[in-house]
């Protein structure tokens, strides 16, 4: 079983439709959770970040977080064209001192005009 | 967050050389680590740099191959030794301004070609 395991789509949503983007991990301790986003040929750039279980917003974008079941997700409101990346789950665990950040491999986002 | 540089931005190397790859922070930070990032995959840990000590590997990445220096808390160096072409890849400096909870923000890449 992987780490941190996601999607690797292409998921494809029209704009200004709701982009739901899922990531599950294994390790029961993880404290701190973040999604970024990576367009192609750049580097990650942070999304969101959540330490704790229920939803936590951001203008468009609304990290989830349920500990119990091991799931974090991202959803995106009025999704635009602009949105279209690779968005990466990265989990931080109590491996590594706590400052181990283990990555899923991706979902790829696509907004359809 | 923090503003990180890396030079070279981009290199296309022989087989068998070596290449160092700079990381620069605009300001002091506790933590800094070197991912790669292969051609269509995921982000994969190579080491933390520590200051003043010898940095701390991943599995399956050895001193040896992929030596690492950090010299004060702004500044670090990774070099690939002996590349072939499996090495091509990006490498990506990332720091935190402390751990735990801390959020990583990643440098613009170094883009690395081995022929």
């Known amino acids: 079983q992987k780490e941190v395991e996601q999607n690797s789509g292409p998921l494809s949503v029209p704009e200004g439709a709701i982009a739901s983007l899922n990531c599950t991990y294994s390790?029961?301790?993880?404290?701190?959770f973040f999604w970024y986003r990576q367009y192609s040929g750049k580097s990650p750039e942070l999304i969101m970040s959540?330490?704790?279980?229920g939803d936590k917003e951001d203008g468009r974008f609304t990290a989830q977080l349920n500990k119990a079941s091991q799931y974090v997700s991202l959803l995106i409101r009025d999704s635009q064209p602009s949105d279209s990346a690779t968005y990466l789950c990265?989990?931080?665990?109590?491996?590594?001192?706590?400052?181990?950040?283990?990555f899923g491999t991706g979902t790829q986002l696509k907004v359809e005009l | 967050s923090a503003v990180i540089s890396q030079k070279p931005s981009r290199d296309i190397c022989q087989r068998g050389t070596s290449l160092t790859i700079q990381c620069q922070v605009d300001?002091?930070?506790?933590?800094m680590f070197w991912y790669r990032q292969q051609p269509g995959q995921s982000l994969t840990l190579i080491a933390t740099?520590?200051?003043?000590?010898?940095?701390?590997?991943e599995s399956g990445f050895v001193i040896d191959k992929f030596p690492i220096s950090r010299p004060n808390l702004t500044f670090s160096t990774l070099t690939v030794s002996n590349m072939s072409p499996e090495d091509s890849s990006i490498y990506l400096c990332?720091?935190?301004?402390?751990?735990?909870?801390?959020?990583?923000?990643f440098g613009p890449g170094t883009r690395l070609l081995v022929l």
């Open positions: 740099a520590n200051q003043g000590s010898e940095a701390t590997y």
């Open positions: 990332s720091v935190s301004r402390a751990g735990g909870q801390e959020t990583q923000y």
């Open positions: 300001s002091q930070v506790t933590m």
């Open positions: 959540i330490y704790s279980n």
């Open positions: 390790d029961r301790g993880s404290q701190s």
């Open positions: 990265a989990v931080k665990g109590l491996t590594g001192g706590g400052n181990k950040l283990t």
